[in-house]
């Protein structure tokens, strides 16, 4: 046998990217290559970059930079690959550079520098491909692109106009994952519930019945393969009221991941988004109603351009009465080519951060009041990790490394990707604390 040409990666940026990492690797394993540990081991390197923030671009240069210093034959993809010259600047030595979701090209690539070695009793790929998450969970992509057109965001630029996947391609992908052992899929795409707007919400057949690619027959589906679904990246548009029902029956987890970066009707209206809040807040609590253990996430941008006092008083007004459960917040920053950089009213750094720092406080106040309600409780979870006196896993409230954790104390030793029933003894700002008493 020959020895099989090795490749090393590294895969930066979003969920999404991760997705388009697993689909490359999964290739590059089907073709007989290997996946080396580190540059130094390889024949070449490929790095999947981010473009969306210029702080996510320097870490991409960066990991760029550290893989032409360790092996010198570099492949890159991803976001940055869409804006080649901002790569070729400052390294014009790559072997190429393709952009977002071309996975073919970066196949021609890898041929063109390292012609691969087919071992027909060696080059065993299992059903689902390969995945960069641990076993129990996986990324489900839906769709690729973005209709939307916010003027803090360039990723319709760097991945083009919403493109849906067809529902039985998704749903034998979800399948198969479900069959190999994933016990939770994270659904994601730019904008989930927009999903199928691009195909006209167009009809595939799956297991001899027809599906329309559509945000909430879809749902319906995976919600009957009998695993945790958690849904992410959800546009509030009105037809997302029809999905809560399906998490007050369990068929999928109650818990909607919602960007709404702002409440200011003013600040949404020059983020281009939508800005009846007052009716979301309607909406929140209609959803509650219908299903009371429903977890809200959101992320929210504070120091706009244009964002004033007021405006900042307005959102954390707004975020008393939503009561999020989980919620992220950045400091603006311009992104090169977004519409925003054009508008005037640019927030001071040091104002930026002083909002930051009480949006945070506020939210911390929240969060933690929401946590304290769960004292008491049982809580189904899904174990990540082994600890000396435990493990730590996560609720049906908490996605993967962007949420609180579920720290369980065991008399019995437990197993990453079991479900525990875990009755709840105390909680922090982010965290619960408690202990099995089920499996």
């Known amino acids: 046998m020959t020895a099989a040409p090795r490749i090393s990666f590294v895969s930066l940026g979003c969920p999404k990217a991760l997705v388009d990492s697993e689909r490359i690797i999964t290739r590059l394993r089907a073709e007989g290559y290997e996946l080396a540990r580190g540059h130094a081991g390889a024949d070449i390197a490929i790095v999947n970059t981010c473009g969306f923030l210029d702080s996510a671009q320097a870490e991409s240069l960066a990991a760029i930079g550290e893989a032409m210093a360790a092996n010198g034959k570099v492949i890159v993809t991803g976001c940055m690959g869409a804006e080649p010259e901002k790569i070729t600047q400052q390294y014009p030595n790559v072997l190429a550079i393709t952009g977002p979701q071309q996975y073919e090209s970066v196949m021609d690539a890898v041929h063109r520098a390292l012609p691969p070695v087919h071992e027909p009793f060696v080059d065993l790929v299992p059903p689902q491909g390969l995945k960069l998450t641990p076993r129990h969970y996986a990324y489900l992509k839906i769709s690729e692109g973005c209709n939307n057109r916010c003027s803090f965001c360039i990723i319709p630029k760097l991945r083009g106009d919403l493109a849906s996947r067809p529902a039985a391609d998704v749903l034998r992908e979800a399948e198969r994952l479900v069959a190999a052992g994933v016990k939770e899929l994270l659904v994601i795409s730019q904008d989930t519930s927009a999903y199928g707007v691009d195909t006209k919400y167009a009809v595939s057949i799956w297991k001899d019945r027809e599906v329309q690619a559509k945000f909430v027959p879809l749902a319906r589906e995976l919600g009957e393969l009998g695993v945790w679904v958690r849904l992410h990246y959800v546009y509030p548009y009105p037809h997302v009221d029809d999905v809560i029902p399906l998490m007050a029956d369990g068929k999928v987890l109650p818990y909607l991941d919602i960007p709404f970066q702002h409440a200011s009707p003013e600040v949404l209206k020059r983020m281009k988004r939508p800005g009846a809040q007052q009716k979301t807040l309607e909406r929140i609590k209609q959803w509650r109603e219908v299903c009371p253990s429903l ?145």
Request: net charge negative; with cysteine; charged share 30%.
């Open 295 to 439: 977890t809200l996430r959101s992320t929210f941008i504070v120091g706009f351009p244009g964002e004033t006092e007021a405006d900042f008083e307005f959102l954390l007004e707004w975020l008393d009465e939503a009561e999020l459960d989980r919620v992220g917040c950045f400091k603006f920053e311009p992104v090169e080519g977004a519409t925003a950089n054009e508008l005037d009213g640019a927030v001071p750094q040091g104002v930026k951060e002083e909002r930051w720092h009480r949006f945070m406080k506020k939210q911390q106040a929240i969060s933690a009041r929401r946590l304290k309600r769960k004292v008491g409780t049982r809580q189904q979870v899904l174990i990540d990790e082994i600890t000396p006196h435990g493990g730590k896993g996560r609720s049906k409230a908490d996605a993967p490394e962007i949420d609180g954790v579920v720290h369980v104390t065991s008399r019995r030793p437990l197993r990453v990707g079991e479900f525990t029933q875990v009755k709840i003894e105390r909680a922090d700002e982010y965290d619960l604390f408690g202990s099995a008493i089920g499996f």
